[in-house]
């Protein structure tokens, strides 16, 4: 059995800067279709919907900004917290 040290025995996933490399992928494609739609029909709702997902898409520690807003999401808003008084 072989053991690698570097990344995390080779079962981490692939980043590229701040995104997962599928993110980046994506990122990138999306922003050379916004950039064409925004200089030749002087459109840029498909470039502020591709900045806010590249901003929804950083990654730090396996937790994406998305993943972070819904745990916030269901703690504050969708479930109901327990509380019990004791004397």
Same mark, same amino acid.
């Given at each position: ?8 025995? $080779?079962?981490?996933? !692939?980043? =590229?800067? &701040?995104?997962? +490399?599928?993110?980046?992928?994506? $990122?990138?494609?999306? !922003?050379? =279709?916004? &950039?064409?739609? +925004?200089?030749?029909?002087r459109f840029f709702i498909p470039a502020v919907v ?24 269901r703690y504050f808003i969708s479930t109901q917290q ?6």
């Amino acid at each position: 059995m072989t053991t690698y040290l570097y990344p995390q025995n $080779l079962k981490a996933t !692939a980043n =590229l800067w &701040l995104w997962g +490399l599928k993110d980046f992928a994506i $990122l990138c494609i999306a !922003a050379l =279709l916004s &950039l064409l739609i +925004l200089v030749q029909l002087r459109f840029f709702i498909p470039a502020v919907v591709t900045l806010c997902y590249g901003f929804l898409t950083i990654r730090l520690d396996d937790t994406t900004v998305l993943d972070f807003i819904k745990y916030a999401v269901r703690y504050f808003i969708s479930t109901q917290q327990h509380f019990e008084w004791r004397i």
